[in-house]
């Protein structure tokens, strides 16, 4: 097999154009902060972190939420959380505004790719140390941030792309020899919808009677993966697979699927990315045929290596999540004891 992509990326970075005059963080959303403003940066043990998260889009995202402040609250780091509601110029903000408090550590989850330099700067100049935690940034200077912790997301499409491949044959509903695609992209400019996409297409090339039809974002949600599905049936009758950048797509596809009449897993294949629990259902009724397992349950290893970089340990620049694939029969397995 293929696989294998494992440092951040860093290439050529845009300018964010982003005005942040009028973004306050009080409009950034919930701003957990339970006190101690002492602890940040002060002269005591404790550890202060700020946390800028991508938002509340899917159950990926609420279980790693969970799993940042249960960690937090277990190791007794003082958490300032902010959930920046799909949105960069918040997430920049709250960045900032943990700049201004002085927090021990700063940790994000970066809701696309490119326009971080500038802020990073900012607080490397301020002695801050930060922790990519999810999703990587595009920079050329690895200097801005200690390490990177999440999932191979290329590695993920290749997982999903390498089961349609060893079961090509059983989804050319049709029978015309050819299998038609479509693809639900995660948002636009993520890292996880750029490589999710990147290591499918890279597999099914092996397998030329594959063909991705139509791609389009979905940003990650219930919503709006059954309404770009929605629209792509009106359009296409012959749509044999359905892959999704994650759980949630997919069930807002099967919802789409059944309302037109057709039987989700049998007329059209589904492949996802995340296994949640509510994925794993879906999987485990015959609803959704193969997902590719994303952990979220990042906060403990999260706690460990904040308390490495404030105490001016090294660390690993890269910490690659381990996971796993889940078919029909494995999810009916784990779902008794899945925890998210
Ligand atoms: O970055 C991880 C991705 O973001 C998850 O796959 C998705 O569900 C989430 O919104």
């Given at each position: 097999m293929i696989w294998r992509k494992t440092v951040a990326k860093k290439s050529l970075i845009a300018a964010s154009a982003i005005s942040l005059g009028a973004v306050l963080l009080s409009a950034c959303g919930d701003d957990s902060d339970s006190g101690n403003d002492a602890a940040g940066g002060g002269g005591d043990d404790s550890i202060t972190m700020g946390f800028a998260q991508v938002g509340a889009e899917s159950g990926w995202r609420t279980a790693n939420t969970k799993s940042v402040q249960d960690s937090a609250k277990a190791e007794g780091i003082e958490l300032k959380f902010t959930d920046a509601q799909g949105k960069q110029e918040n997430q920049i903000a709250a960045i900032r505004s943990y700049i201004q408090q002085k927090v021990d550590v700063i940790a994000f989850s970066p809701v696309v790719e490119t326009g971080w330099d500038a802020v990073l700067q900012e607080a490397k100049a301020a002695n801050i140390p930060v922790i990519l935690t999810d999703r990587a940034v595009d920079s050329e200077d690895d200097s801005l941030y200690e390490t990177f912790l999440g999932s191979d997301f290329v590695l993920e499409g290749e997982q999903a792309g390498q089961w349609l491949v060893d079961n090509a044959a059983d989804a050319d509903a049709n029978g015309d020899g050819t299998i038609n695609v479509i693809q639900l992209e995660g948002t636009t400019g993520a890292a996880p919808a750029l490589d999710r996409a990147e290591g499918f297409a890279s597999t099914i090339e092996?397998?030329?009677?594959?063909?991705?039809?139509?791609?389009?974002?979905?940003?990650?949600?219930?919503?709006?993966?059954?309404?770009?599905?929605?629209s792509f049936l009106q359009s296409d009758d012959t749509i044999e697979v359905v892959y999704a950048h994650n759980d949630d797509m997919g069930l807002g596809a099967i919802e789409a699927i059944e309302a037109a009449g057709k039987t989700p897993g049998q007329d059209v294949k589904i492949i996802t990315v995340d296994a949640v629990k509510d994925g794993m259902t879906a999987l485990a009724e015959g609803k959704i045929n193969f997902i590719v397992e994303c952990n979220p349950l990042l906060g403990p290893q999260l706690m460990d290596l904040a308390k490495k970089v404030v105490a001016g340990e090294e660390v690993e620049p890269r910490v690659v999540t381990e996971e796993t694939t889940f078919t029909q029969e494995q999810a009916k397995a784990a779902l008794p004891d899945r925890q998210y």
């Open positions: 092996a397998e030329p009677t594959i063909e991705v039809t139509a791609s389009q974002t979905g940003d990650f949600t219930r919503d709006g993966g059954k309404q770009v599905m929605e």
